[in-house]
């Protein structure tokens, strides 16, 4: 059974690193794209990184409000995918989900349709 589970949230302050891991299991990872979304209090889900398969080249993409902060890779022989988050800012906070889609990202940056399986979530809280 296909899966996936994030760890490496937590509180930090403003101006913080974070590194979210996304763990998969039961599929071939390198076929797949990652994307990593996230879901502030109150608000709808956002995509906010992804990376295509191995296979369709590992691009990646960032929505314009973490360019230049966040850094998603992928370790296929490691079977996870990573969000490396940097300067962290009080409105990155909220649960941060990483799901799969087929080969390519396509739009993941409108909540993740076409995406799936989706993990519990890991809590990102950035505060002074």
């Known amino acids: 059974q296909a899966q996936v589970a994030e760890s490496g949230g937590g509180l930090v302050q403003p101006g913080g690193s974070l590194r979210l891991s996304c763990a998969a299991s039961?599929?071939?990872?390198?076929?797949?794209?990652i994307g990593w979304f996230r879901q502030a209090p109150g608000k709808g889900r956002e995509g906010v990184s992804c990376?295509?398969?191995?296979?369709?080249?590992?691009?990646?993409m960032y929505v314009d409000s973490v360019k230049g902060r966040f850094t998603i890779s992928r370790d296929d022989a490691e079977k996870k995918v990573y969000l490396q988050m940097n300067s962290l800012k009080p409105e990155d906070t909220g649960v941060y989900y990483c799901?799969?889609?087929?080969?390519?990202?396509?739009?993941?940056?409108?909540?993740?349709?076409?995406?799936?399986?989706w993990g519990q979530g890991t809590q990102v809280t950035v505060s002074s």
């Open positions: 990376i295509d398969s191995t296979g369709g080249g590992s691009r990646t």
């Open positions: 039961g599929f071939t990872l390198g076929y797949y794209a």
């Open positions: 799901a799969t889609k087929t080969y390519y990202c396509g739009d993941y940056a409108h909540g993740g349709a076409g995406f799936g399986p």
